[in-house]
């Protein structure tokens, strides 16, 4: 069974930065492509950012170029180094894992989902 589990959330002043984790387990990591959603009460469930299964291809969302997607293999983590952040940047973030190559950018294209992490920046 795959399990993937986020941390690294919390309040944060607005300009100051985060980083956030996924630790995936049950299944070879680097089979899967990784991406980062958010959402924000009373909101969609929006796309951040993915890459591929190797790191050699990332994908984002045109409001997180102050975001840095990563991934190390061999730790079964994901990472979202977070800069620069904004009010708006506030929503409960959540890791995703999909098998495939295709770096999506649509929440239905994955298959297992953490519980998320709050990230609040206050103004």
């Known amino acids: 069974q795959v399990q993937l589990v986020e941390s690294g959330g919390g309040l944060v002043q607005a300009g100051g930065s985060l980083r956030l984790s996924c630790a995936v387990s049950?299944?070879?990591?680097?089979?899967?492509?990784m991406g980062w959603f958010r959402q924000a009460p009373g909101k969609e469930r929006e796309f951040v950012a993915a890459?591929?299964?190797?790191?050699?291809?990332t994908r984002y969302a045109d409001s997180v170029g102050r975001f840095t997607i990563s991934r190390d293999n061999a730790k079964n983590t994901l990472y979202l180094q977070m800069n620069s952040l904004k009010p708006e940047d506030t929503a409960v973030y959540h890791c995703?894992?999909?098998?495939?190559?295709?770096?999506?950018?649509?929440?239905?294209?994955?298959?297992?989902w953490g519980q998320g992490t709050q990230v609040t920046v206050s103004s």
């Open positions: 049950g299944r070879t990591f680097s089979s899967f492509v």
């Open positions: 995703a894992a999909k098998g495939g190559v295709v770096v999506a950018d649509i929440s239905s294209q994955y298959v297992y």
């Open positions: 890459i591929s299964g190797s790191g050699s291809s």
